[in-house]
């Protein structure tokens, strides 16, 4: 069981008991998350839909395909935000890429520089992976200033990269190399 630490969160992998929490979650931000997220299914915001959600994260993470974490307020253990380190390759390549939220009441406290400082750490050090890449839509400021913070670079932007809100939507493409295996480090 992984569980990082920080000062004012815990991130750790949601387990199937929690799914009627994580569920609340989304349904809280449900509008606050469209814009920058593929469309959800209706199913998906039901209790069942959830559980198999949580149970398909835990299968890939025992697969080493990818590594989810739910952010925790620590004096509330509140779940106040979501990372995926996702599609992970090993070999030659040792990269992911970085998906998150938060929710829309946490915003603009530096919850998730915190959380994702804490989870990019464990996976350089821990996970041994060389680099992640972070892709967000030109409009999410928000989005590029948090990455810009945390050291990811701007590689380059997909035209119609992804569908959004019903529309395919360009994206910036940025990611971090693993500060330890950077030429002269």
Request: hydrophobic share 40%; glycine share 8%; net charge negative.
């Amino acid at each position: 069981m992984i569980l990082l630490s920080t000062s004012r969160l815990t991130l750790s992998p949601p387990l199937h008991g929690q799914a009627e929490e994580l569920l609340r979650y989304y349904e809280r931000n449900r509008f606050h998350l469209k814009q920058w997220e593929p469309q959800k299914a209706d199913d998906f915001f039901t209790l069942g839909a959830m559980q198999r959600r949580i149970d398909d994260m835990t299968r890939r993470m025992e697969e080493q395909q990818s590594l989810h974490l739910l952010l925790r307020d620590r004096s509330t253990e509140a779940i106040v935000g979501e990372c995926g380190l996702t599609n992970i390759v090993r070999g030659p390549f040792q990269a992911c890429h970085l998906g998150f939220s938060i929710d829309q009441a946490a915003q603009g406290k530096g919850l998730m520089h915190e959380g994702l400082t804490s989870a990019i750490d464990f996976v350089f050090s821990t996970l041994g992976l060389h680099r992640i890449m972070a892709n967000y839509r030109l409009e999410n400021r928000r989005s590029h200033a948090l990455l810009q913070r945390l050291g990811f670079e701007q590689e380059g932007l997909a035209a119609s990269y992804l569908m959004i809100d019903g529309e395919w939507r360009d994206h910036v493409l940025s990611s971090l190399i693993n500060p330890a295996e950077r030429p002269g480090a």
